[in-house]
Antibody
Framework: QITLKESGPTLVKPTQTLTLTCTFS??????????VGWIRQPPGKALEWLAL???????RYSPSLKTRLTITRDTSKNQVVLTMTNMDPVDTATYYC???????????WGQGTLVTVSS | QTVVTQEPSLTVSPGGTVTLTCASS?????????PNWFQQKPGQAPGALIY???NKHSWTPARFSGSLLGGKAALTLSGVQPEDEAEYYC?????????FGGGTKLTVL
């Protein structure tokens, strides 16, 4: 059974750096073609793809957020970490992690974690 | 900035058929965009329905199908059930990055 779960702070202050961890089970990020990525959804708004890391450490970022994002993996812990710098209230959203199978398929999502940016 | 456009809202009667579309600001959507479709119900995480244009996951109900239609990716629901009322999102691949559509709110009425 494939599971993904996001963890991290629920509240961050403007200008701070957000660090989120995705802990997964039921698959390995060492397997060819597998990737884990991040998506966010502001309250009442659409989904937005943020970043993705593949089994070979290939990393992809949303062009509009590239300068603020870093994605890393710890294969031994089955974790993927996303950091987002210079947080702003507009970054308030539910952040999801998800599994990719090559570039063609996103099949499994975590439950999401709500992050609020406020002073 | 690439924009992926979906119908903001659609309404369908129970038992009916409805097609949701997904258009790209860059031009016609082809299989090389590997369209994926997701369903999201209020308060829940999205769930995957379709990948690579028309492939169903093992859990996808048979009434859902994906295709390319008139230069867009399309999701067709045949024999709509009340539980299909939800927000639907498409996802397109652009040579190394992914872009979600704005979502379609499907009402079953």
């Amino acid at each position: 059974q494939i599971t993904l779960k996001e963890s991290g702070p629920t509240l961050v202050k403007p200008t701070q750096t957000l660090t989120l961890t995705c802990t997964f089970s039921g698959f390995s990020l060492s397997t060819g073609g597998v990737g884990v990525g991040w998506i966010r959804q502001p309250p009442g708004k659409a989904l937005e793809w943020l970043a993705l890391i593949f089994w070979d450490d290939d990393k992809r970022y949303s062009p509009s957020l590239k300068t603020r994002l870093t994605i890393t993996r710890d294969t031994s812990k089955n974790q993927v970490v996303l950091t987002m710098t210079n947080m702003d209230p507009v970054d308030t959203a539910t952040y999801y992690c998800a599994r990719w199978l090559t570039v063609t398929t996103m099949d499994s999502w975590g439950q999401g974690t709500l992050v609020t940016v406020s002073s | 900035q690439t924009v992926v456009t979906q119908e903001p809202s659609l309404t369908v009667s129970p038992g009916g058929t409805v097609t949701l579309t997904c258009a790209s600001s860059t031009g016609a959507v082809t299989s090389a965009y590997y369209p994926n479709w997701f369903q999201q119900k209020p308060g829940q995480a999205p769930g995957a329905l379709i990948y690579s244009t028309s492939n169903k996951h093992s859990w996808t109900p048979a009434r859902f199908s994906g295709s390319l239609l008139g230069g867009k990716a399309a999701l067709t629901l045949s024999g709509v059930q009340p539980e299909d009322e939800a927000e639907y999102y498409c996802l397109l691949y652009y040579d190394g990055v992914w872009v979600f559509g704005g979502g379609t709110k499907l009402t079953v009425l």
